[in-house]
């Protein structure tokens, strides 16, 4: 006889969101070092502005970046927020990447600089910060109240200097929207107050 699944525990969605994050670090690590050992082969999975077939990279430039300096820059706050964001349900957590992910490449491919190249996990970060910003007050969660207001005073500071357009090799426009992105998806993959946040 089959039943409902048992809700997850708080210990098992601390465990799998932490399994997950870590998992997902390595891997662009991985990927780097994969560049590198193949001449930077990878680099060319980036976005480059409105060539059609540029649109086949917006998920791969993603995973990607430009040297180790880059990947290190955003581990942590991939790893962090990426954990806050994953404890409210993998599956919702999965859908909010996705549409930040394709939001921003698409972005970028429209709107970046021509014969730019553009990679790198900074536009899911900057989604994310938005999505942790805003959906605590869209549930009227006041624990994600709290986490949206300790992400704001961890890394607003650096939000905004990445949102500036003055600073070169720095994909402002990718910030912007990952951000945007993120912020609209608080209120499509919002929480009922009956929804579980388990699987």
Do not use: Y
């Given at each position: 006889?089959?039943?409902a699944?048992?809700?997850?525990?708080?210990?098992?969605?601390?465990?799998?969101?932490?399994?997950?994050?870590?998992g997902?670090v390595?891997?662009?690590?991985?990927?780097?070092?994969?560049d590198?050992?193949?001449?930077?082969?990878?680099?060319?999975?980036?976005?480059?502005?409105?060539?059609?077939?540029?649109?086949a990279?917006?998920l791969?430039?993603a995973?990607l970046h430009?040297?180790?300096?880059?990947?290190?820059?955003?581990s942590?706050?991939?790893?962090?927020?990426?954990?806050?964001?994953?404890?409210?349900?993998?599956?919702?957590?999965?859908?909010v990447?996705?549409?930040?992910?394709?939001?921003d490449g698409?972005?970028?491919?429209?709107?970046?600089?021509a014969?730019?190249?553009?990679?790198?996990?900074?536009?899911?970060?900057?989604g994310?910060?938005?999505?942790?910003?805003?959906?605590?007050?869209?549930?009227?969660?006041?624990l994600?109240?709290?986490?949206?207001?300790?992400?704001?005073a961890?890394w607003?500071?650096?939000?905004?200097?990445?949102?500036?357009?003055?600073q070169?090799?720095?994909?402002?426009?990718?910030?912007?929207?990952?951000?945007?992105?993120?912020?609209?998806?608080a209120?499509?993959?919002?929480?009922?107050?009956?929804?579980?946040?388990?699987?």
């Open positions: 006889m089959s039943g699944r048992p809700e997850w525990s708080r210990r098992d969605r601390v465990k799998v969101a932490a399994r997950l994050m870590v997902w390595a891997l662009l690590w991985l990927l780097e070092v994969v590198v050992v193949s001449g930077h082969a990878l680099d060319d999975f980036g976005i480059v502005p409105r060539v059609p077939s540029e649109l990279d917006i791969p430039a995973f430009f040297g180790f300096a880059h990947v290190a820059a955003n942590v706050p991939l790893l962090v927020l990426g954990f806050l964001a994953a404890l409210g349900g993998i599956r919702r957590f999965a859908a990447c996705a549409l930040i992910v394709v939001a698409l972005g970028v491919w429209l709107i970046s600089p014969h730019t190249n553009t990679a790198g996990a900074s536009g899911l970060i900057f994310l910060f938005g999505f942790l910003l805003v959906s605590g007050f869209v549930e009227r969660r006041p994600g109240v709290l986490a949206g207001v300790l992400v704001a961890v607003g500071g650096s939000i905004l200097a990445g949102l500036a357009p003055t070169s090799g720095v994909s402002w426009q990718g910030h912007l929207i990952g951000l945007a992105a993120g912020l609209a998806a209120f499509p993959f919002r929480r009922r107050p009956a929804e579980p946040s388990g699987r």
